[in-house]
């Protein structure tokens, strides 16, 4: 059986410019990572990467 390896861990998704979810996604990311919440620092990182529709604006 083939063994497949992947480079871990991956880099943290970028959020899109002006979506208002990615923006409170990469907050909490941050606020998880400065505690020490590396389980949901991989939760935000995963919805960063789901989340690829429906960017919500900020109001301007």
Request: glycine share 4%; net charge neutral; hydrophobic share 30%.
């Given at each position: 059986?083939?063994?497949?390896?992947?480079?871990?861990?991956?880099?943290?998704?970028?959020?899109?410019?002006?979506?208002k979810?990615?923006?409170?996604?990469?907050?909490?990311?941050?606020?998880?990572?400065?505690?020490?919440?590396?389980?949901?620092?991989?939760?935000?990182?995963?919805?960063?990467?789901r989340?690829?529709?429906?960017?919500?604006?900020?109001?301007?």
């Amino acid at each position: 059986m083939e063994e497949i390896l992947e480079n871990l861990p991956r880099p943290w998704p970028a959020p899109r410019p002006g979506c208002k979810r990615c923006a409170n996604l990469t907050q909490e990311r941050a606020q998880a990572h400065s505690v020490g919440d590396g389980s949901r620092v991989v939760d935000c990182n995963v919805l960063i990467r789901r989340h690829t529709e429906d960017h919500v604006s900020a109001p301007s």
